[in-house]
């Protein structure tokens, strides 16, 4: 995720390289796919995963393979997708289609979506929780909306905003989140010279931070503990806490670890088929 995701380094295996077809004067040798999941690659060795090739077969091995890999990344994007759905508490379905495959030949690559508004894509968000680099708990991506409440001057660099999902005022999605709408209303809010999006006074909400570093009389909370909150007539509600450290999440996905398994699992009865079809 992030530019690790196109990245590929060599990582040697005890099996054999890609698919190579027969040299001219030489012994055919069987090959196989390189796969390439997230930050490293994978290799196979056909005749380990299928048992010893007959002239027929290696003739047919970089086609049938071609086929295999095809194959494989269509059912690999449904294996992560479920593998999502398992270790991710409700994730959307952007989250849940975001799993990419390409087959290059003999190379099948196996990735993250890097597609997504204003960097708000797969591969960004779902870094921090990956397994990729063998550390444990990493910095929790920043939101889209913790950047734009910094870019308004309303906090510096230190303040983290972290909606308060428990809280009367929060509307929430199917998926438990703020829904976007709501993002939205409340930076309004904080850009507008007054904190109200629109009607009179006393009958709309005034959205306010504290604190607010823009001054002029903002961010005056008194005893309210650091966030952003909502208040009409009596009613106060807080929407979104601070926190003054960069939040840390679980490494949990373990995505080069899932890819490299159900290919071991699937690729051997892929193959297989898909040579039986290639010798008709």
């Known amino acids: ?6 990245e590929r380094h060599n990582v040697t295996r005890p099996w054999n390289c890609v698919f190579a077809p027969p040299q001219p004067g030489k012994a055919a040798r069987a090959t196989s796919p390189t796969l390439v999941a997230m930050a490293r690659s994978i290799e196979f060795d056909a005749e380990r995963l299928i048992g010893q090739l007959n002239v027929l077969q290696k003739v047919q091995l970089p086609y049938a393979g071609n086929q295999a890999l095809k194959e494989l990344g269509f059912k690999m994007r449904g294996e992560l997708a479920q593998y999502m759905a398992d270790v991710f508490d409700n994730p959307v379905p952007f989250t849940l289609r975001s799993p ?3 087959v290059d030949g003999l190379t099948l690559t196996v990735r993250i979506s890097t597609d997504g508004a204003k960097g708000q894509d797969p591969a960004r968000y779902l870094y921090p929780v990956s397994t990729e680099d063998g ?3 990493k910095p929790a991506y920043i939101t889209r909306f913790t950047k734009a409440v910094r870019g308004m001057g309303v ?3 230190s303040y983290y905003a972290i909606p308060y999902l428990q809280g009367r005022g929060v509307r929430k999605n199917a998926y438990g989140n703020m829904t976007p709408g709501q993002y939205q209303q409340v930076l309004a809010g904080l850009k507008a010279e007054n904190g109200r999006t629109g009607g009179k006074r006393g009958s709309s909400w005034r959205y306010f931070s504290v604190p607010d570093q823009r001054g002029s009389g903002r961010g005056r909370g008194g005893n309210l503990k650091p966030g952003i909150y909502r208040a009409k007539s009596n009613d106060l509600q807080m929407l979104f806490g601070y926190a003054r450290k960069h939040p840390t999440v679980p490494a949990v996905f373990d995505f ?3 890819v490299e398994r159900k290919s071991q699992e699937l690729l051997p009865s892929l193959l297989s088929k898909a040579l039986a079809r290639a010798l008709g």
């Open 135 to 137: 550390r444990g708990g």
């Open 1 to 6: 995720m992030t530019q690790a995701s196109h």
């Open 155 to 157: 906090v510096d660099s």
């Open 100 to 102: 990419r495959y390409a």
């Open 256 to 258: 080069a670890g899932t």
